[in-house]
C-alpha cells in the first residue's frame, strides 16, 4: 500500500502532517483519527475508499505526530486546518468520517465548511460533555473514566495521567494491544483485534505518542470544553433507537450544515450508547445507525464499506 507524507503550512504559521493514500485524482475522504492515533491507515480502508473513487486524506491534529502543537485549541479549530490542507492538495470538495475522538472534529468540518464538505459521518464519536440529558462518562471503561476526570481538572493532571500511559503505548504491539486497552475493550472489540487490525492499531497508537502526549492531552480537554460550534443540538422528544436509518425533520432555522450520519454500537466502553443516541436525537436531519452487537472498534472492520456508500449517498453522489 502506498502512502504519501508531506507538512502543509497553515494560515498562522504552524504545520500540519498530512497522510495521502489512493487515486491522486479522487475525490478527498478526509479521515479524522480517534484519541489517541498517529498517521497509520488500515491497509482495507485505502482499498475500500480507492474502489468508490475516494483518496484518503489524513490531517495529524495539533501536537500529534509532526503537527506543530496549539494549545488551548477548540475541536473547531481543525476546520481552517483542513481547508488549507484542501486548498494545498488542490481539492475543492470532500466527504469526512471521524472515528471517537476524530468524531466531534467531523461535524466540525460539517458545521464549518457546507458546500465544500459534502457529507459527514461520525463513528463511535463522543457528544458534547455538557450535553443536556446525558450523563457523558456513564458507561466508559474505568480508564476513560480516570482520564476525563483528569482532564475535567485541567492540564497538569491529565499530563500526569497521560505521561505514565503513553509510556506503554509508545512500545505496545498488535499481539497485546487488546491487553493493554484493558476495560476499554468489550468482548465484541476484543474478538475484532486480531492480526492485521490489531497490528494497524497499535501501529498507530505507536506513532500517536512518539512524539509526546500534547496532541492527546489537547484533544482531551477540547472535549470536555466549549466545541467552538454547534449543529443545533435541539431539544429532541426521543432518541433514536432502531437499527436502521432515521432521518427526523430539520429544526426552523437551523443553521446550514453538510448532511450528517450517526454510526454506533451499544457494545462499546470507550464512548458509551448513549453518546450516539444523544447525537442522532439532536442532530436535525441526522441519519442514525444504532446498531446492536457492534462496539467501538468493530466498526472499522465491519461496516467500513456501508459508512462510505451511505456517506456517498449522503453527498448525492450515487445514482
Known amino acids: 500500500m502506498e502512502t504519501q507524507r508531506q507538512l502543509v503550512e497553515m494560515p498562522d504559521g504552524r504545520r500540519s502532517d498530512v497522510l495521502t493514500a489512493g487515486p491522486g485524482d479522487g475525490l478527498p ?12 491507515v488500515f491497509p482495507p480502508t485505502v482499498e475500500a475508499a480507492r474502489t468508490r473513487g475516494l483518496r484518503i486524506v489524513i490531517v495529524a491534529r495539533p501536537g500529534y505526530e509532526n503537527s506543530s502543537e496549539l494549545p488551548g485549541r477548540k475541536v473547531y479549530d481543525v476546520v481552517p486546518d483542513v481547508a488549507a490542507v484542501l486548498d494545498a492538495l488542490g481539492a475543492d470538495t470532500f466527504l469526512t468520517i471521524g472515528w471517537s475522538g476524530g468524531g466531534p472534529h467531523a461535524l466540525a468540518c460539517a458545521a464549518g465548511l457546507p458546500g465544500r464538505c459534502l457529507a459527514a459521518a461520525s463513528v463511535a464519536g463522543v457528544a458534547p460533555y455538557n450535553a443536556d440529558g446525558l450523563d457523558w462518562r456513564a458507561g466508559m471503561g474505568p480508564e476513560n473514566i480516570t482520564e476525563f476526570g483528569a482532564a475535567v481538572d485541567g492540564a497538569e493532571p491529565l499530563t500526569a495521567f497521560l505521561e505514565k500511559e503513553a509510556g506503554e503505548l509508545r512500545t505496545v504491539t498488535g499481539d497485546v494491544i487488546a491487553e493493554a486497552l484493558g476495560g476499554l475493550v468489550s468482548p465484541a472489540d476484543a474478538a475484532a483485534l486480531t492480526g492485521e487490525f490489531a497490528a494497524s492499531t497499535a501501529a498507530s497508537m505507536r506513532a500517536a505518542v512518539r512524539n509526546g502526549i500534547a496532541g ?5 480537554l477540547a472535549f470536555v470544553r466549549d466545541w467552538g ?16 436509518a432515521v432521518e427526523p425533520a430539520p429544526e426552523p432555522g437551523t443553521p446550514p450544515a ?18 450516539g443516541q444523544w447525537l442522532a436525537g439532536h442532530i436535525p436531519g441526522a441519519r442514525a445507525y444504532l446498531l446492536p452487537g457492534e462496539g467501538h472498534l468493530t466498526l472499522k472492520v465491519s461496516a467500513f464499506g456501508r459508512i462510505l456508500d451511505d456517506l456517498l449517498d449522503l453527498a448525492g453522489l450515487t445514482a
Request: proline fraction near 10%.
Open 29 to 40: 475522504l478526509v479521515l479524522h483519527g480517534g484519541t489517541p492515533s498517529g498517521l497509520v
Open 216 to 220: 492527546w492531552r489537547d484533544d482531551d
Open 229 to 244: 460550534f454547534t449543529l443545533g443540538w435541539p431539544a429532541a422528544s426521543a432518541a433514536p433507537s432502531a437499527a436502521a
Open 258 to 275: 453538510a448532511p450528517v450520519a450517526i454510526w454506533q454500537g451499544d457494545q462499546d466502553r470507550m464512548v458509551p450508547f448513549a453518546h
